[in-house]
């Protein structure tokens, strides 16, 4: 064999060999990823991603080591929903496509207590209709209430006219009656950023030491049934938003309002507001709908976009005005009037009705500490609590006669719904 031969032959040997390896290394482009984006006590949300593999491949999903489905991968991230868990478990998810393998465990919320014992106190009755509209929890020794309420102080000793109390305070100790501002006008809502910083019907703060009206460039008119506010919300009193009648949406920056331009003259009944993780952002949404008055295809679900605009989502699924709404991005929404009705995101189109049949009564306001603690209230003293597995009524224990609640607030352990009984105002109080 000649030296010649012998070394083609090497070299077609090291060719082979090089070529052979540069096959066998793997392909850093090519991944399969699994994590778990959220939970509940009942779901959660798988996210799979999968980068370079064969879109055409079968992506096999199994829970607990068990089948769960297949499906057809048909772009790089795919959110899968998974119901009908239990709360407090562990499961394991484990994906595989192509050759690939993924895993992640979940695990689900607890659920919390329905045990909450109930404390109803009433209020005025004397000269007029009494009613309690809006509550605000600070703490559990400072909580505010506002409204209307009539008594035998309506007139002083001389029998002058000093006009109705418009709130009630808890300093941990009694129930005190005010007429903040001097006023004898009702107010319809309060919002409590801290014991420090608390709003009244939008324009009037109260900053712990006194009161101060900000009507600097206040968009609605003063006067008019317009600027009657039915909700507050905001992250600061540096970006404060108001709604009220007649579609008017406004906020406030600090120094001066601006108006919210909001598509529609149905009255704005609720507001609500959370940060989404996801985007970066804060979430606001309002609910529409002329109250008693209205017709079923008069309900609207806002988006507050930003300080100029809002938009109007799919209200598909609901019926009828539309008076509360509560929520947590991209998890639970909740609307509530004539039903109750969720959607576990924004973007899904239908809002369900599977709640519809939880009460028969209308339901006023929606709150929660979170999608395991959620409390409604409604007509009759409708009350209603999720503990994130199962829904419980209160009603043997919270009933008005000719009576509703007409808002509710929630804080840890802590449930104050108000309202009116006959012509008394009424707070009911639920401790757990």
């Given at each position: ?23 066998a290394e793997p ?22 991603s999968a980068k ?330 409708e009350t209603l ?48």
């Open positions: 064999m000649s030296k010649a031969f012998l070394s083609l032959l090497s070299i077609i040997l090291a060719v082979f060999i090089g070529f052979s390896c540069q096959v392909n850093n482009d090519q991944s399969l990823s699994i994590t778990v984006e959220d939970v509940s006590c009942t779901e959660a949300w798988i996210k799979i370079g593999i064969d879109a055409d491949k079968q992506l096999m999903l199994y829970r607990n080591n068990e089948f769960l489905t297949a499906f057809t991968m048909d772009r790089t991230d795919t959110l899968f929903f998974d119901e009908g868990l239990l709360p407090s478990k562990t499961y394991s998810y484990k994906a595989k496509l192509g050759g690939f393998t993924a895993a992640a465990e979940a695990v689900t919320m607890d659920t919390t207590s329905h045990n909450f014992t109930w404390q109803t106190f009433t209020f005025g009755g004397n000269g007029g209709s009494s009613y309690l509209k809006d509550v605000a929890i600070i703490n559990e020794n400072d909580i505010w209430a506002v409204g209307e309420i009539h008594t035998k102080d309506d007139f002083d000793s001389s029998g002058h006219y000093l006009g109705p109390y418009n709130a009630v305070h808890w300093n941990g100790e009694v129930w005190e009656l005010k007429r903040l501002m001097g006023k004898s006008s009702p107010l319809y809502a309060v919002f409590a950023f801290n014991e420090n910083d608390i709003w009244f019907n939008g324009v009037v703060r109260w900053n712990g030491i006194e009161y101060s009206v900000h009507l600097e460039n206040f968009p609605l008119e003063p006067n008019g049934d317009g600027w009657r506010v039915n909700a507050m919300w905001g992250t600061s009193s540096k970006d404060f938003y108001v709604v009220g009648n007649n579609g008017n949406i406004a906020h406030y920056n600090g120094s001066s309002w601006t108006k919210i331009e909001s598509g529609t003259t149905l009255n704005i009944n609720d507001i609500w507001g959370d940060y989404n993780e996801k985007t970066k952002e804060w979430e606001i949404l309002a609910v529409c709908g002329n109250i008693l008055h209205g017709w079923e295809s008069e309900r609207v679900v806002l988006r507050i976009n930003n300080t100029s605009q809002a938009t109007q989502l799919n209200a598909e699924g609901s019926r009828w005005p539309l008076s509360g709404i509560w929520f947590k991005p991209n998890n639970k929404y909740y609307v509530v009037g004539s039903g109750i009705y969720n959607k576990y995101r924004l973007v899904d189109l239908v809002w369900g009705a599977n709640l519809i049949n939880i009460t028969s009564f209308h339901t006023n306001k929606i709150k929660g500490n979170n999608i395991n603690d959620i409390i409604i209230v409604g007509a009759y003293g609590h999720y503990n994130g597995f199962t829904w419980r009524s209160y009603m043997n224990e919270t009933a008005l006669s000719n009576g509703t609640y007409l808002s509710v607030g929630i804080k840890n352990n802590l449930v104050i719904a108000v309202g009116y009984q006959s012509a008394r105002a009424v707070i009911t109080i639920g401790q757990r």
